[in-house]
Antibody
Framework: EVQLVETGGGLVQPGRSLKLSCVAS????????MSWTRQAPGKGLEWVAS????????YYPDSVKGRFTISRDNAQNTLYLQMNSLRSEDTATYYC???????????WGQGVMVTVSS | DIVLTQSPALAVSLGQRATISCRAS??????MHWYQQKSGQQPKLLIY???NLASGVPARFSGSGSGTDFTFTIDPVEADDIATYYC????????FGAGTKLELK
């Protein structure tokens, strides 16, 4: 059974940093691209970052480019999201997602809440 | 960015057909996917590649379309289907529609 378990969320002040982790199990982690997607309270879904299966390439939308860094440790089956210079608009539930081979996200973690507030 | 436009809500009776549309601001070919999100849960992939049923998803769910106009259908609607449904394109950097909340009439 595919499982994605996120940790590392919490309350953080604006301008500070936070690092999220996602431990994957139930599939061959290094065969898949992985991503982070977020959802602000009561709002829709927003893609945040993607990383190739080897970790050699990463992709971001303009809203987080230069502030967020996605990375992975294939030996530990773990995906990371380093979030720097956090803003109030980064407040959201962050989901770890597995990229299917067809462009959609076929598995999602339960999500971890990040609140940016003073 | 490719903008996806969905109607905000749809009211339907149990046992009837529900049809949700998603229009893209430019062609995404068949790179359209549909998700179900129930209250308090993570999204679940239902349809990928515009019309392909994801593993374990009941055949009551279906998708169609290509280019800029896509349709997601539930027929017949069951009580467990009450949720918000999102379209997502992967032609360029992923973007999602704002979601359509399916409600009971």
């Amino acid at each position: 059974e595919v499982q994605l378990v996120e940790t590392g969320g919490g309350l953080v002040q604006p301008g500070r940093s936070l690092k999220l982790s996602c431990v994957a199990s139930g599939f061959t982690f290094n065969n898949y691209w992985m991503s982070w997607t977020r959802q602000a309270p009561g709002k829709g879904l927003e893609w945040v970052a993607s990383i190739t299966n080897s970790g050699g390439s990463t992709y971001y939308p303009d809203s987080v480019k230069g502030r967020f860094t996605i990375s992975r440790d294939n030996a530990q089956n773990t995906l990371y999201l380093q979030m720097n210079s956090l803003r109030s608009e980064d407040t959201a539930t962050y989901y770890c997602t597995r990229n299917s081979g067809y462009g959609g996200f076929d598995y999602w973690g339960q999500g971890v809440m990040v609140t940016v507030s003073s | 960015d490719i903008v996806l436009t969905q109607s905000p809500a749809l009211a339907v009776s149990l046992g009837q057909r529900a049809t949700i549309s998603c229009r893209a601001s430019e062609s995404v070919r068949s790179s359209m996917h549909w998700y179900q999100q129930k209250s308090g849960q993570q999204p679940k992939l239902l349809i990928y590649g515009a019309s392909n049923l994801a593993s374990g998803v009941p055949a009551r769910f279906s998708g169609s379309g290509s280019g800029t106009d896509f349709t997601f259908t539930i027929d017949p609607v069951e009580a467990d289907d009450i949720a918000t449904y999102y379209c997502q394109q992967s032609r360029n950097d992923p973007t999602f529609g704002a979601g359509t909340k399916l409600e009971l009439k």
